[in-house]
């Protein structure tokens, strides 16, 4: 067993698809990511700039929690 097949370019999909910062293990963000149910091909459309990312990080998530409330 080697880690040569781990992913260590910006395009890991342990990746915030908002922000593009790792959310891998040991990145400090990797406790309160949230994954991301859309598929790839959903997230293209959706617009998001990092559509290769399958998780949102804690501080996107906060983001759109402050926007629904201003909104509600
Ligand atoms: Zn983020």
């Known amino acids: 067993m080697t880690n040569s097949t781990i992913p260590t370019t910006s395009q890991s999909r342990e990746a915030c698809?908002?922000?593009?910062k790792s959310v891998a293990f040991g990145s400090g963000w990797y406790v309160n990511r949230v994954p991301d149910g859309n598929p790839f091909d959903e997230r293209v459309e959706m617009g998001k700039p990092?559509?290769?990312g399958e998780f949102i990080c804690a501080e996107c998530e906060e983001g759109?929690?402050?926007?629904?409330?201003?909104h509600s």
């Open 17 to 20: 698809n908002e922000c593009g």
């Open 64 to 70: 759109f929690n402050q926007l629904s409330e201003q």
């Open 50 to 52: 990092f559509p290769h």
